[in-house]
Structure formats: C-alpha cells, structure tokens
C-alpha cells in the first residue's frame, strides 16, 4: 500500500474530496478555522508547547494541521523544536496538495516550504524549528512498529462511517500504547464507538463543542 496516491474530485476547485471515502478533506466552511479549533485548542496549544513536544497524527491529508500547527509554534515563541509524526496511507501527488493549500493565504509561507520538499512518499523533513515525520502505509501495520510515544494526537481520519478502519479499538489502543502518561488526543468526530474505543484504552474522554455545523468533538486524556 506505501506510495499509493489518492483520487481527488475539487469542489469549487479549491476543496479537495476523496472519492475512495466520498470526503472532503477538511470543512467545506473554513478548513483552518476548523483545524485551530479541533486539533489545536482541542489539545491545550499553544500552552502546552516545549522543547521537543512531539504531536502525532492519524491521517496527514493535505497537511493542514501540519502547517497551522508549525505556524502556532513560531508565534508561540517556544524555544527548541517541536517533533510531528504523521501516519497517511495515501500521501497526495504534489500538485494535489499545491492546490489544495493554496486558499490559506496565511499560510503560504510555510505551505511553500512543505511543497518545495514534498515527494509524495514519506520520510523525515526538517524546516525552521519543526521535525516532520511522515509515514506512509496503513497505519494498523505502521502505528504498532513505531517505537515513539506522543505528547499529543490528532485524530483525522476521513469520517468513522465511511473509513471505520483507522477508528477501531485496536487501533485506538495502540494510540493509546504510544502516548505518554497525561497526554491528550482530540478529534472532530463524537461517534460513539470512537469515544469507546478510547475509553476502553485507558483515556478519558470528553464530549465537547464542535467546529461549524458539528454539535460536537471529542477531547481525551490518557490518565
């Protein structure tokens, strides 16, 4: 499976939507407003950065939460360097993912800097002040062979109903299994069987307000 690349449709030419999973990639209303109010408020940040603060992800997409993440750390002033390792079964072609980042103005500084590196294959990529890890292949063989923990997660997997294998329990025991003690996941998804999935891992979930037209998220704790 490592390499393969996805099968994109545009919405508006801008959105980009997964026909595998028949989903966007990220909200159809404002896909870094979401991404800020999911993955970075949903996990304490910026407060909680540090040297060597180490987020994990299920599901890199277009990179979004990679980029909005890297540009929260810079403002934040932190100090040292902040480790990212994302975990995506099919990394998109370079210019899907050119187009796709485009619309974040804001962010065009730091999405150059993805694109000029960008292979459509993992690795490991060093810019200013951040580490990114990208894995490839399904994260159900690559998750459990990863010898690292996380201070925090990002769960973004396409939508539980329509890709149930990156939400199943024994996948949300082996986030469990490489996050250390006290530390946090969020995720935009309040499905049922993901919350208990995680609370049958040993984290402590909580069911809180969600971005846009979603009632609800879903915060964690590994306690």
Same mark, same amino acid.
């Given at each position: !499976?490592?390499?393969?690349?996805?099968?994109?449709?545009?919405?508006?030419?801008?959105?980009?939507?997964?026909?595998?999973?028949?989903?966007?990639?990220?909200?159809?209303?404002?896909?870094? =407003?979401?991404?800020?109010?999911?993955?970075?408020?949903?996990?304490?940040?910026?407060?909680?950065?540090?040297?060597?603060?180490?987020?994990?992800?299920?599901? &890199?997409?277009?990179?979004?939460?990679?980029?909005?993440?890297?540009?929260?750390?810079?403002?934040?002033?932190?100090?040292?360097?902040?480790?990212?390792?994302? &975990?995506?079964?099919?990394?998109?072609?370079?210019?899907?993912?050119?187009?796709?980042?485009?619309?974040?103005?804001?962010?065009? #500084? &730091?999405?150059?800097?993805? %694109?000029?590196?960008?292979?459509?294959?993992?690795?490991?990529?060093?810019?200013?002040?951040? #580490?990114?890890?990208?894995?490839?292949? =399904?994260?159900?063989?690559?998750?459990?062979?990863?010898?690292?923990?996380?201070?925090?997660?990002?769960?973004?997997?396409?939508?539980?109903?329509?890709?149930?294998?990156?939400?199943?329990?024994?996948? !949300?025991?082996? %986030?469990?299994?490489?996050?250390?003690?006290?530390?946090?996941?969020?995720?935009?998804?309040?499905?049922?069987? %993901?919350?208990?999935?995680?609370?049958?891992?040993?984290?402590?979930?909580?069911?809180?307000?969600?971005?846009?037209?979603?009632?609800? !998220?879903?915060?964690?704790?590994?306690?």
């Amino acid at each position: !499976m490592q390499n393969q690349h996805p099968d994109i449709e545009w919405r508006n030419e801008t959105v980009p939507v997964s026909t595998r999973f028949d989903d966007p990639y990220y909200s159809l209303e404002n896909g870094l =407003d979401e991404t800020r109010h999911v993955f970075l408020h949903g996990n304490d940040l910026p407060d909680r950065f540090r040297d060597g603060f180490h987020i994990g992800e299920l599901g &890199f997409g277009t990179g979004l939460n990679f980029l909005a993440t890297w540009q929260s750390w810079r403002a934040s002033g932190a100090a040292g360097t902040l480790r990212f390792s994302s &975990f995506e079964a099919y990394p998109m072609r370079r210019d899907d993912i050119a187009q796709a980042l485009e619309p974040f103005a804001e962010l065009a #500084e &730091f999405a150059q800097a993805l %694109v000029r590196r960008w292979t459509g294959s993992g690795g490991r990529f060093e810019f200013d002040g951040v #580490e990114l890890n990208l894995i490839t292949g =399904d994260a159900r063989d690559t998750l459990p062979r990863w010898a690292e923990k996380a201070d925090a997660w990002y769960l973004d997997g396409f939508s539980p109903a329509k890709n149930p294998e990156l939400w199943e329990p024994d996948l !949300m025991a082996q %986030v469990a299994a490489h996050t250390v003690k006290g530390g946090s996941i969020a995720t935009y998804t309040a499905a049922g069987f %993901v919350r208990r999935g995680l609370q049958e891992a040993g984290f402590s979930v909580t069911r809180v307000a969600g971005y846009g037209r979603k009632r609800h !998220m879903t915060k964690a704790i590994l306690e």
